[in-house]
């Protein structure tokens, strides 16, 4: 069963913007509210590696990388969260996962390609 669907990857030019977004569709209302919600990616040739992430009670969380530039934001009533990407690079060229995550159960999205071109 398909827990997790991202979509707005695309191709992009250095310093433009892209926004993700993942929906949880067959996710109950309330265990998608009580789940951590996070965004992953991974470069080729690269491990997978966390972006941001945004808890139960909203607090964020984002690597170095992207402070800053990128910010996750979550709307529980459509389960869905959102990573918008500002002043992207060529480095933030990779394929976005979205995961949920709760008491050790997680779950994966198929993952959207980004392209960031210079």
């Known amino acids: 069963q398909v827990q997790l669907v991202e979509s707005g990857g695309g191709l992009v030019q250095a310093g433009g913007s892209l926004r993700l977004s993942c929906l949880a569709p067959r996710m109950i209302f309330s265990t998608f509210r009580g789940n951590t919600m996070a965004w992953y990616r991974q470069a080729p040739g690269k491990e997978r590696e966390l972006v941001a992430a945004?808890?139960?009670?909203?607090?964020?969380t984002y690597a170095d990388a992207v402070k800053g530039r990128f910010t996750i934001s979550r709307n529980n009533g459509k389960k869905t969260i959102y990573l918008q990407m500002d002043s992207l690079k060529s480095e933030d060229t990779a394929v976005y996962y979205c995961?949920?995550?709760?008491?050790?159960?997680?779950?994966w999205g198929q993952g959207t390609q980004v392209t960031v071109s210079s």
């Open positions: 945004i808890s139960d009670t909203g607090t964020t």
């Open positions: 995961n949920s995550e709760n008491g050790g159960v997680r779950f």
